[in-house]
């Protein structure tokens, strides 16, 4: 989740949320699978809408990854130059990239989730991807030797 929400206590929030409806909805849920599936989703989903009421309330002057929990093994300038790619996305790009790329689900269980089809979620896979492909290229600085 803390790909797709971008802030890992946010994340883990939105997890324990997503996690508390589940049991809630115990009674419906089928099997493993769709308890996952469900899971994901109600997560998914909450991202969203705490994204959308953030971008109406976040005071001016934040700068990425203020806030964010840093992983010691990642240079801060690598995860800054990551986050500003992956906020670059849409939201769509960045939760089928999340799903499929990341927590490792098929493409049909990425589109259940998300609600949408997969032909879809395999459009916003191949522009997101090429999106950070472009992003994260590094930059070329001519050498001296280059003349």
Do not use: C
Not at 22 to 51: C, M, P, Q, Y
Not at 64 to 84: K, N
Not at 113 to 139: D, E, F, K, Y
Request: aromatic share 4%; hydrophobic share 40%.
């Amino acid at each position: 989740m803390s790909f797709i929400a971008g802030d890992l206590d946010l994340a883990r929030e939105i997890a324990q949320e997503a996690m508390t409806r589940t049991l809630e909805a115990w009674d419906r849920i089928e099997s493993d699978e769709h308890a996952l599936r469900f899971t994901l989703r109600v997560g998914s989903n909450l991202a969203k809408t705490r994204w959308r009421r953030s971008k109406r309330t976040e005071p001016a002057g934040l700068e990425v990854g203020q806030g964010a929990a840093t992983d010691p093994t990642i240079d801060v300038e690598d995860r800054l130059v990551l986050e500003a790619a992956l906020r670059s996305l849409s939201d769509r790009q960045r939760a089928s990239l999340a799903l499929v790329d990341y927590i490792g689900l098929d493409v049909a269980d990425a589109a259940d989730i998300l609600g949408m089809p997969a032909s879809t979620v395999r459009v916003h896979l191949t522009r997101g991807r090429r999106r950070l492909a472009r992003s994260l290229q590094p930059a070329y600085r001519p050498s001296e030797t280059d003349g």
